[in-house]
């Protein structure tokens, strides 16, 4: 059984809208992240929180936007997406960023139109 | 920069056939090594794991040897179950020599493993 709980777990959404994925860990851990799965790709690192405070931006457009109000919750802010942003959204955490092992959540498969 | 490269799938085996999904590496420093499963409809799960040069990751009868000298951690099982059929990623995390990592995972592109009854 995962820690890591990510909503919704499907989303399709049009170009012009604006919408939020959550990402809430149960583990107690420091660190969370942000990785985008397509398809044919391999997993690419988004964003990374350490207690709060973002670390790592991968050059990731600005249409995303990433909120962590405490170590148990990330968000991902979408707006103004493009057809080729669809892809598996998989959050993961860690007790800190210093340390190795990470646990994903189930992801969210976003459509967008 | 740091790479992880598989072998291509997909993979399709008969139960209880010997398995072996080839993962080597380019990285600086002191990587750790994973090998992560995603079952159909679900996140990614750690499989095993070696963080030095010939540890040996172990899990579910499945092993990972890490090889500095041929920079590779291949994935084998001696007997395949149907159950096994998922994605399979080898992915690395560079970490100092104190064994602090850098947080940054880098994943290959997975492998798609079928077992038929």
């Known amino acids: 059984e995962t820690g890591v709980t990510q909503t919704p777990r499907h989303l399709v959404m049009g170009m012009t809208n604006k919408k939020s994925l959550k990402c809430e860990q149960h583990?107690?851990?420091?660190?969370m992240y942000w990785y985008k799965q397509s398809a044919k790709k391999p997993l690419e690192l988004m964003f990374v929180?350490?207690?709060?405070?973002?670390?790592e931006n991968n050059s990731v457009p600005s249409r995303f936007s990433p909120e962590c109000p405490n170590s148990s919750h990330l968000f991902l802010h979408l707006h103004t997406l493009q057809p080729e942003d669809s892809a598996l959204y998989l959050c993961?955490?860690?007790?800190?960023?210093?340390?190795?092992?990470?646990?994903f959540g189930p992801g969210t498969r976003l459509t967008v139109l | 920069g740091d790479s992880v490269t598989q072998m291509e799938g997909p993979v399709t085996l008969s139960e209880e056939a010997f398995l072996t999904i080839n993962c080597t590496y380019t990285a600086t420093g002191y990587p750790s090594l994973f090998w992560y499963v995603q079952y159909p409809g679900e996140g990614l799960q750690l499989l095993l794991k070696a963080t030095k040069a010939d540890d040996k990751g172990s899990n579910k009868g499945f092993e990972a040897t890490y090889r500095k000298e041929t920079t590779s951690f291949h994935l084998e099982k001696g007997s395949v179950q149907v159950s096994d059929s998922a994605v399979y990623f080898c992915?690395?995390?560079?970490?100092?020599?104190?064994?602090?990592?850098?947080?940054?995972?880098?994943f290959g592109q997975g492998t798609i493993l079928t077992v038929h009854p």
């Open positions: 993961a955490s860690s007790p800190g960023q210093a340390t190795d092992t990470q646990y």
């Open positions: 583990l107690g851990h420091n660190a």
């Open positions: 992915a690395l995390m560079r970490t100092d020599a104190g064994g602090t990592s850098y947080g940054k995972l880098t």
């Open positions: 929180y350490n207690f709060k405070e973002q670390t």
